[in-house]
């Protein structure tokens, strides 16, 4: 090494000498407390046998969006659980096992655009924001809305469109739609929904009264829906267009 390098290299060594510790450790990014505990949730929650979560890409969705940005914050300690949470309003946060299973039902493509029906804490929203080109969310309940909303902006959802409405309408001056999530449960598939969903479309569902529903998935085809029974499941029961309280 020559004379004049070993000047620079002590004179770059005398200059971070003198920069304050905290300036340093800025450009150092903190770690994130929650990330074993998410690694976790996908290894022992989504993956065990018989859970049946085997997409890829949303796999690595659920890993990496932060579920305890969207909890009340008393219930943080909680996010991870393999458990619904309550978010207010009498609303749920369901399990992360439900929102990894319902997404891989749905099979969501890169170039997609998606409407969930039950925005609720913005989660679904955030992990679909991940997966897909467009995210299209309705609440029923405007303070839920209009918190997701703030919420998702926060963590920079920035392809994700939230709306303050009656779900059970869908959003038709956006659609049509590849593919729809539904987190709440109607008596029976809204028929606006299915008009909204596009040829060759998917919706994921729960149809039912509580403590009787099955999760759906449909597939258009033509004129024809085509409606596979997966799982038992228990939602919150749609409000809105069907004339529920």
Same mark, same amino acid.
């Given at each position: 090494?020559?004379r004049?390098?070993r000047?620079?290299?002590?004179f770059?060594?005398?200059?971070l000498?003198?920069?304050?510790?905290?300036a340093?450790?800025?450009?150092i990014?903190?770690?994130?407390?929650?990330?074993?505990?998410r690694k976790?949730?996908? #290894?022992q929650q *989504?993956?065990?046998? +018989?859970?049946d979560?085997?997409?890829? @890409?949303?796999?690595a969705a659920?890993?990496?969006? &932060?579920?305890?940005?969207?909890?009340?914050a008393e219930?943080?300690?909680l996010?991870?659980?393999d458990?619904p949470?309550?978010i207010g309003h009498?609303?749920?946060?369901?399990?992360p096992?439900?929102?990894?299973?319902?997404?891989?039902?749905l099979?969501?493509k890169?170039?997609?655009?998606v409407?969930e029906?039950?925005?609720?804490?913005g989660y679904?929203?955030?992990?679909?924001s991940?997966?897909?080109?467009?995210?299209?969310?309705?609440?029923?309940?405007?303070p839920?809305a209009?918190r997701? #909303?703030a919420? *998702?902006k926060r963590? +920079?959802?920035?392809?994700?469109?939230? @709306?303050?409405?009656?779900g059970?309408?869908g959003? &038709?001056?956006a659609?049509?739609f590849?593919?729809i999530i539904?987190?709440?449960?109607?008596?029976?598939?809204?028929?606006?929904?299915v008009?909204?969903?596009k040829?060759?479309?998917?919706?994921?569902?729960?149809?039912?009264?509580?403590?009787?529903q099955?999760?759906?998935l449909?597939?258009k085809s033509g004129?024809?829906?085509?409606?596979?029974a997966?799982?038992p499941?228990l939602?919150?029961?749609?409000?809105?267009g069907?004339?529920?309280?």
């Amino acid at each position: 090494m020559s004379r004049a390098v070993r000047i620079c290299l002590a004179f770059q060594f005398a200059l971070l000498a003198l920069q304050p510790a905290a300036a340093l450790a800025a450009d150092i990014p903190a770690a994130d407390p929650f990330a074993a505990a998410r690694k976790r949730m996908v #290894e022992q929650q *989504l993956t065990a046998p +018989g859970r049946d979560v085997t997409n890829r @890409r949303v796999l690595a969705a659920m890993g990496k969006v &932060p579920r305890h940005e969207l909890v009340p914050a008393e219930l943080r300690g909680l996010a991870y659980a393999d458990q619904p949470l309550f978010i207010g309003h009498g609303q749920t946060i369901s399990q992360p096992f439900i929102v990894a299973f319902m997404t891989d039902k749905l099979n969501p493509k890169p170039t997609d655009r998606v409407l969930e029906i039950g925005t609720g804490s913005g989660y679904q929203a955030a992990v679909l924001s991940e997966l897909v080109a467009q995210v299209y969310t309705i609440e029923i309940i405007e303070p839920l809305a209009h918190r997701a #909303e703030a919420d *998702l902006k926060r963590l +920079g959802c920035t392809n994700v469109f939230v @709306r303050a409405g009656d779900g059970y309408k869908g959003w &038709p001056e956006a659609a049509p739609f590849d593919a729809i999530i539904v987190t709440c449960a109607p008596d029976r598939v809204p028929q606006p929904l299915v008009d909204q969903l596009k040829q060759g479309g998917r919706m994921v569902i729960p149809v039912g009264p509580l403590y009787d529903q099955n999760l759906y998935l449909l597939e258009k085809s033509g004129s024809k829906v085509k409606r596979t029974a997966i799982l038992p499941v228990l939602f919150v029961p749609m409000t809105g267009g069907q004339g529920k309280p």
